[in-house]
């Protein structure tokens, strides 16, 4: 079943791709050599000999792949593929080269939001335990997670499984089963650094203990699906062998674990942003603001957005007998996906680091309104003599302090009332904690 969707999908090629080539002999398996002279036996075109007609019949190679399918190994498939796809001149397809400098460029730009991260938080408010080792985690899994999907594009990723030597087949698919295990994990920690976020943001002991309950079954997940993606066959190895037909074992639905991970990823990311809505609604902010900080909150959705665009992807792998060739749009988006999900999640610390480096154009700034009150007029901001100017302001202030009875560190949206000089003094108090 498998070489005859193999040669399926060499025939499609055949079609778009190949021009008819100079005359020449090639070696073929001696399987192919019978489905050959089988299928043109009464064309009076000898096609071991005179490969021309064989280019220019397209329809011939129906029959070669009939035959093909029940009478050649894959391996041997692969070889008469290669040898009559290079003998009709058909074109060397790589994506290996775009892959891996997408693959490097994203990585670079992760690993810069992780270091961006530990440095604002070393040189500002300490290192928290429980939100920056989950970053180190995620740093370490995202390290190994580029190593082998680097390492993907010089063993035949983004090629035409045919034209890949046997061996970096399998080197190939060991490297994805160990990419498909660390995506599983990596990103579902990602997904616990936003959670974490919130928990230093909202007090309200019924949110976070909702929180919580998310981040533990976001955190079961993962452990489920990374398990699952290890023991996707047995033994463990089939998941890399079992390509050529020659290795004894069996998998579970591969594709279905893919999707149902995806589904549920989209899921938790909606529900991840969906949180902090209704706490930064009931803030007493006008309209536009709150928008403002709807938006500075949901910057996560270009994760989800990325997971989505991803999902194309899945259903194209799903689909495919030229592994080499066709997992490449599926690895992609993944590590796209985790890449991303890192920098969002370091942002927060990122804009406070920016703050500290360029105060005067990233500087955070007091929304104030002044309210105008007594026997005067109110008319503009013009005071009658005895009126008092009552100014409502709110800021971002950060807090290490126990509150409500419980540890840990609060980023917490702040409402400051009172004149000018009150507020300076509060100001100052609070860029002191």
């Not at 920690?189 to 919130?198: A, D, H, T």
């Not at 609604?281 to 536009?288: D, E, M, P, V």
Request: hydrophobic fraction near 45%; include cysteine.
């Amino acid at each position: 079943m498998f070489a005859r969707r193999v040669l399926f999908c060499f025939l499609v090629f055949c079609c778009v791709f190949i021009v008819p080539g100079s005359a020449q002999v090639v070696t073929l398996p001696s399987c192919a050599k019978t489905c050959l002279t089988t299928a043109y036996a009464n064309s009076g075109c000898d096609p071991l000999a005179e490969l021309s007609c064989l280019c220019d019949n397209k329809a011939q190679l129906s029959k070669i792949n009939d035959c093909a399918s029940t009478s050649c190994t894959v391996r041997d498939t692969f070889t008469t593929i290669n040898a009559t796809s290079t003998a009709c001149g058909a074109p060397i397809r790589d994506r290996s080269g775009s892959y891996g400098r997408v693959n490097l460029a994203f990585f670079l730009l992760s690993v810069l939001a992780i270091g961006g991260r530990f440095a604002t938080n070393l040189t500002s408010r300490g290192l928290q335990p429980l939100d920056d080792t989950n970053m180190a985690v995620i740093l370490l899994i995202n390290i190994v997670l580029f190593a082998v999907t680097f390492k993907m594009s010089f063993t035949g990723l983004g090629q035409d499984m045919w034209k890949v030597p046997f061996d970096q087949i399998t080197t190939t698919l060991l490297y994805f089963w160990i990419s498909e295990v660390a995506y599983f994990a990596v990103i579902g920690l990602v997904r616990i650094s936003f959670l974490l976020f919130y928990l230093k943001i909202f007090p309200k002991r019924n949110l976070r203990n909702a929180i919580w309950g998310f981040t533990s079954l976001i955190f079961l997940s993962m452990i489920t699906f990374s398990l699952a993606a290890v023991f996707v066959c047995s033994p463990v190895n089939y998941a890399w062998l079992k390509w050529d037909g020659l290795h004894k074992g069996k998998c579970v639905n591969n594709n279905a674990l893919a999707f149902s991970h995806a589904a549920w990823g989209i899921l938790t990311d909606f529900v991840t942003l969906a949180l902090p809505i209704t706490q930064i609604w009931n803030l007493h902010l006008a309209t536009k603001k709150k928008i403002g900080v709807l938006l500075m909150f949901s910057v996560g959705s270009f994760v989800t957005v990325v997971s989505i665009v991803r999902l194309r992807a899945l259903v194209h792998f799903a689909k495919t007998s030229n592994i080499t060739w066709d997992y490449l749009e599926a690895s992609l988006w993944s590590v796209i996906e985790v890449y991303v999900g890192i920098v969002c999640a370091c942002m927060p610390s990122l804009r406070l680091g920016l703050q500290r480096l360029f105060p005067k154009f990233l500087g955070s700034s007091l929304d104030a309104a002044s309210k105008p009150t007594g026997t005067g007029g109110t008319q503009g901001n013009t005071l009658n003599p005895g009126s008092i100017a009552v100014q409502t302001s709110f800021r971002i202030s950060h807090s290490r302090k126990p509150q409500t009875n419980e540890h840990g560190s609060f980023v917490q949206l702040v409402e400051i009332d009172g004149d000018a000089k009150s507020m300076d003094t509060g100001g100052r108090r609070e860029g002191d904690d």
